[in-house]
């Protein structure tokens, strides 16, 4: 039966959104290994009352918003496990992408009377307007030990029969092997930014927050990620960013040829899995980490000074340490590391001016600790460091 969740109604004081009664309808989330937790659906319905993906955890506490638009989550359910998502409601301004790319959310309390001066409607109007399903009301502190022991898994939820979410759990492909690149990409080049450098972004899915931090330091073109590395040089580029984006990078060969090309001609930067193609391009090889690392709160040594950095990172994929060339022009040495596993954190090749990190350093809402590394990219472009 339907359970009713907001008996009061009504709009907020100051008029702006609508806080109607709810019926929310009984749903279930099945992993692929068969395990079952119950909720409530919210957002959009999903066709059939069936949604599925990659299920993977977010521990971030705010910056709900920013991870649901994040396009680095295309083809992933995401498991808040802050236990109070929604509280601040939405704003336009806090958008990393013209629209969510997620498959979906789980939370355990979605709130539904915002409270911010900020809040332009709440975080369930945000996920119907934008239709994206989700389930409320889940045990998110066992579903992410689970996966925690278990890895990443597929999943589907919604209120089809349970047959029919144990069916489409099991074939959920998740992430590995497919580019997922290609479907959130521009299409076509677009400027930003107003600093006095020139830098091309290679848009992979790539985040606004990203594009604001560059465009302090220069003038953007952002291109398409199957743009070709001849026109790059054609326009003449101080250097280039390598963006954050979704799915495997062993599946992006392509990209990784493109930036083969590049290497040497112009300073390259990479964050995210433009670290890991960078870390491909070099001559390493990059695997897939158990449940991944999502969250604000990511400790990362940097080796040369040993200062300890607080990180925001989205990813599930890492270069591998030992693949890494150590001789010759592309003798690449490993400058950040995770304190909690001891990934890959970052790579510097110096004799072809290309550097890479795994995290975040632009993390809006999140730790600002990173954000010197866009100094690090003029100074690189400048021939400073």
């Known amino acids: 039966m339907p359970t009713r969740t907001d008996p009061n109604g009504g709009t907020d004081d100051s008029g702006r959104w609508s806080r109607t009664d709810r019926e929310r309808s009984r749903a279930l989330l099945v992993l692929a290994d068969g395990e079952v937790f119950e909720g409530e659906a919210i957002g959009a319905p999903p066709p ?23 396009p680095s989550y295309a083809g992933q359910v995401v ?82 029969d349970e047959s029919q979410l144990r069916a489409a759990a099991a074939a959920e492909p998740g992430t590995t092997g497919r580019d997922l690149v290609s479907g959130v990409t521009t299409g076509t080049p677009y400027e930003r930014g107003a600093g006095t450098l020139r830098v091309v972004a290679y848009d992979f899915g790539v985040k606004e927050t990203m594009l604001r931090s560059l465009g302090t330091l220069a003038r953007i073109t952002v291109v398409p990620a199957s743009f070709p590395a001849a026109r790059t040089l054609e326009l003449e580029p101080d250097g280039v960013l390598l963006s954050n984006g979704p799915g495997d990078p062993a599946a992006l060969g392509t990209l990784v040829g493109t930036i083969c090309e590049l290497l040497g001609k ?27 690392h999502h969250g604000g709160n990511h400790p990362v040594r940097r080796l040369d000074t040993g200062r ?78």
């Open 48 to 70: 059939g009352g069936l949604a599925h993906g990659e299920l993977v955890f977010n521990t971030v506490l705010s910056g709900y918003q920013e991870v649901v638009t994040d």
């Open 79 to 160: 498991a808040f496990t802050y236990p109070h998502i929604g509280n601040y409601g939405v704003s336009p301004s806090d958008d990393e992408a013209r629209r969510p790319w997620c498959r979906g959310i789980v939370v355990r309390d979605l709130t539904l009377r915002p409270s911010s001066w900020r809040a332009a409607g709440s975080l369930e109007d945000f996920l119907v307007r934008n239709r994206v399903p989700g389930i409320t009301g889940v045990d998110t502190r066992r579903l992410t030990r689970h996966l925690r022991e278990v890895g990443a898994l597929g999943c589907a939820f919604g209120t089809a």
């Open 266 to 292: 112009v300073p390259l930067f990479g964050i995210c899995l433009g670290h890991q193609l960078l870390g491909a391009a070099l001559g390493a090889r990059t695997f897939k980490l158990a449940f991944g």
């Open 308 to 385: 300890v950095e607080i990180t925001s990172q989205n990813h599930n994929y890492a270069v591998e340490a030992a693949s890494l060339p150590d001789r010759g022009a592309t003798a690449t040495r490993v400058t950040h590391v995770n304190l909690n596993d001891g990934v890959v954190e970052g790579i510097r090749c110096d004799h072809l001016a290309a550097f890479g990190v795994q995290y975040h350093p632009e993390a809006g809402p999140g730790p600002h600790d990173a954000r010197y590394l866009f100094e690090e990219f003029r100074s690189l472009i400048e021939g400073t460091s």
